[in-house]
C-alpha cells in the first residue's frame, strides 16, 4: 500500500478562503473589464448590452466551476476525494455563480421578449418558429434547475462537513447533484449561445 | 493533528483533521433534495397550467408583477420563477425543522428525487407541455 493512498484533505474551508474565492472571481472580472477598455467595447452597442455581456459572463465562469466541480463530484462518488474543501468552495460558488446568471437572464429576457418586430422572439417566431418554442423555452425552465441543485449540494457540504465522506449515500447524493446541475447547465448554455448566435439581444 | 503513516519504505506524516461537527440525522439532506424537487416540479405544473388556460397564465403573471422588477417585461415567466422559488424555500423550511432529528434511508429518497426531477424535465420539453395542454 502506498503512502499516497492515505493522503486525504479532510479539512474543512474557512470562511477566509470562501471570501478569498469570491474576491478573485469579482477582481478577475474587473481585471478583465479594465483590460479590454473602452467600456462599450467590451458591453457592445445594444440595447441590451449590460445585461447580456452579465449573463454571458456569469454563465461562462460558472461553466468553469461547474466544470471543475463536475470531476470532484465524480472523485466524491468514488470515495477517493482529496480536495474536500475545495468541493465546498465550488459548491457554494456555483451556486452564487447560478444565482447571478439568472439574474441577468431574467433582465435579458425582458430584451429577448420585447414586442416590437426586432426582438429576438420576434424575428424567431417571424422566421424559425421551432427555436423560440423548443429550443429556447426549454432552455429558460431548465437553467433555473441549476439554482436549487447548487445550493442543495452547498448546504449539505456544509452541514455535514466531513462527515460527508464517511457516509457513502451522502457522498453519492452530493455527487448526483453536482452532476445534474452541471447536465442543465450545458443544456442552458449550449442552447443560449446557439439562440445568441441566431439572433442576438 | 498529525498521523504518523509507517510504510514499507519510509515514514510520512498525514495532515488528518478530524471532522468538527457532531453526527448529524440524514434528515436536512433529505429535505433539501426533496425541497429542490418540489421546487422543480411546481414550474413543470404551473407552466402547464399557463399553457392550459389564459385565466391562470395572467394571475401568474400578476404574481410575478407583485415584486419583481421588471416582470412586466419577463411576462409570466417571471410568476412562475417566484412559485416555483416560494415552493422550493417553504417546502424547505418545513421539511428541515420535520426531519432535523430523523435518520432516513437517504438513498430511498435519492431514488425519489431523481423520479420526480425526471417528470419535471420530461413536463418542461415543450412538445410534452403543448401536448399536454392540448394544442
Redesign the interface.
Known amino acids: 500500500?502506498?503512502?499516497n493512498e492515505?493522503?486525504?484533505?479532510?479539512?474543512?474551508a474557512s470562511t477566509a478562503s470562501l471570501a478569498l474565492v469570491v474576491g478573485i472571481l469579482i477582481g478577475t472580472a474587473f481585471a478583465f473589464l479594465a483590460a479590454t477598455a473602452p467600456f462599450t467595447h467590451l458591453m457592445g452597442h445594444s440595447r441590451a448590452a449590460v445585461a447580456s455581456a452579465f449573463h454571458g459572463l456569469s454563465a461562462f465562469l460558472y461553466l468553469i466551476v461547474g466544470t471543475i466541480g463536475l470531476y470532484l463530484a465524480w472523485r466524491l462518488w468514488t470515495g477517493r476525494i482529496r480536495a474536500f474543501a475545495d468541493l465546498q468552495l465550488l459548491a457554494t460558488v456555483s451556486a452564487t455563480l447560478s444565482f447571478i446568471a439568472i439574474l441577468f437572464g431574467?433582465?435579458l429576457?425582458?430584451y429577448y421578449?420585447?414586442t416590437d418586430p426586432e426582438s429576438p422572439r420576434s424575428w424567431f417566431m417571424a422566421n424559425m418558429p421551432m427555436i423560440h418554442?423548443?429550443f429556447f423555452?426549454?432552455k429558460?425552465?431548465?437553467a433555473?434547475?441549476t439554482l436549487?441543485?447548487t445550493?442543495?449540494a452547498a448546504?449539505?457540504l456544509w452541514?455535514?462537513?466531513?462527515?460527508v465522506l464517511?457516509?457513502k449515500?451522502?457522498r453519492?447524493?452530493v455527487a448526483?447533484?453536482l452532476a445534474?446541475s452541471f447536465f442543465y447547465l450545458v443544456v442552458a448554455f449550449g442552447l443560449g449561445a446557439a439562440v445568441t448566435k441566431l439572433r442576438p439581444a | 493533528m498529525n498521523t504518523k503513516l509507517i510504510t514499507q519504505d519510509r515514514e510520512v506524516e498525514v495532515a488528518r483533521t478530524p471532522p468538527a461537527t457532531r453526527h448529524r440525522e440524514s434528515g436536512p439532506a433529505v429535505a433539501a433534495i426533496i425541497s429542490a424537487m418540489l421546487g422543480m416540479l411546481t414550474l413543470a405544473l404551473v407552466n402547464l397550467g399557463t399553457q392550459a388556460s389564459k385565466a391562470f397564465n395572467t394571475w401568474v403573471h400578476g404574481i410575478g408583477k407583485l415584486w419583481m422588477p421588471g416582470a412586466e417585461g419577463i411576462g409570466p415567466y417571471s410568476g412562475k420563477e417566484t412559485l416555483s422559488a416560494l415552493v422550493w424555500i417553504g417546502s424547505w423550511i418545513v421539511l428541515h425543522v420535520a426531519l432535523r432529528n430523523r435518520d432516513l434511508n437517504l438513498g430511498r429518497w435519492l431514488i425519489v428525487f431523481l423520479i420526480g426531477i425526471g417528470i419535471a424535465t420530461t413536463l418542461l420539453w415543450p412538445p410534452v407541455f403543448e401536448y399536454l395542454a392540448g394544442h
Not at chain 1, 492515505?6 to 474543512?12: D, F, K, S, V, Y
Not at chain 1, 452541514?159 to 462527515?163: E, I, L, M, Q, R
Request: cysteine-free; charged content about 25%; glycine content about 2%.
Open positions: 500500500m502506498s503512502a492515505h493522503l486525504e484533505e479532510r479539512r474543512e431574467n433582465w429576457y425582458i421578449r420585447a418554442k423548443i423555452e426549454f429558460e425552465f431548465v433555473l434547475f436549487p441543485l445550493v442543495a448546504f449539505i452541514y455535514y462537513g466531513a462527515h464517511d457516509r449515500w451522502m453519492y447524493t448526483v447533484l445534474l
